[in-house]
T-cell receptor, first 111, second 112 residues
Framework: GQNIDQPTEMTATEGAIVQINCTYQ??????LFWYQQHAGEAPTFLSY????GLEEKGRFSSFLSRSKGYSYLLLKELQMKDSASYLC????????????FGQGTELSVKP | DTGVSQDPRHKITKRGQNVTFRCDPI?????LYWYRQTLGQGPEFLTY????????KSRLLSNRFSAERPKGSFSTLEIQRTEQGDSAMYLC??????????FGAGSRLTVL
């Protein structure tokens, strides 16, 4: 079966670093996505990892370990606008790009 | 192109009524997906199209739900005889093949 787990909520301070973890179980592997979703808005693409290791993109980095079924999203120099839900998602192998999502991690950034 | 458009953004209806949502994907994207999202949860897959062909439907999609993409461009999602449990955000996404999904802002349904 397919399953994605991530913490429900996290709180961090402006200017700090936060790591949002995601563990997944999928039949076959086709990469791992992270999306950001502000309240009442569309999810927007942040990152896609298909190989092990860390990929950095400005203040946001994403890490993948395929052997452990584990990923994390690292947010540096947190800003108030980073308060949002962060969704971990995996494509279902051989099913046309269909994604299954975790429940999302609601991040609150406080001054 | 301004991205994926959904209409209406909000719909309030009484139980038992039918509702229809429309999605206009990014024009060169051949794949179109419908998801449902409730508060505090991630999006749940409902169905997807490649061009005009509906390739998969989730078990979540009861026979009261139907989706079409008649000319391989825009899509509609109809819910017949709405129930309170249908209250959710209905998200549409499109992609150029099996690639990054671009989501619309969603259509929020409230069934009274």
């Amino acid at each position: 079966g397919q399953n994605i787990d991530q913490p429900t909520e996290m709180t961090a301070t402006e200017g700090a670093i936060v790591q949002i973890n995601c563990t997944y179980q999928t039949s076959g592997f086709n990469g791992l996505f992270w999306y950001q979703q502000h309240a009442g808005e569309a999810p927007t693409f942040l990152s896609y990892n298909v190989l092990d290791g860390l990929e950095e993109k400005g203040r946001f980095s994403s890490f993948l370990s395929r052997s452990k079924g584990y990923s994390y999203l690292l947010l540096k120099e947190l800003q108030m606008k980073d308060s949002a839900s962060y969704l971990c998602a995996a494509p279902i192998y051989n099913q046309g790009g269909k994604l299954i999502f975790g429940q999302g991690t609601e991040l609150s950034v406080k001054p | 192109d301004t991205g994926v458009s959904q209409d209406p953004r909000h719909k309030i209806t009484k139980r038992g009524q039918n509702v229809t949502f429309r999605c206009d994907p990014i024009s060169e994207h051949n794949r179109l997906y419908w998801y449902r999202q409730t508060l505090g949860q991630g999006p749940e897959f409902l169905t997807y199209f490649q061009n005009e062909a509906q390739l998969e439907k989730s078990r979540l999609l009861s026979n009261r739900f139907s989706a079409e993409r008649p000319k391989g461009s825009f899509s509609t999602l109809e819910i017949q005889r709405t129930e309170q449990g249908d209250s959710a955000m209905y998200l549409c996404a499109s992609s150029p093949g099996a690639n990054v999904l671009t989501f619309g802002a969603g259509s929020r349904l409230t069934v009274l």
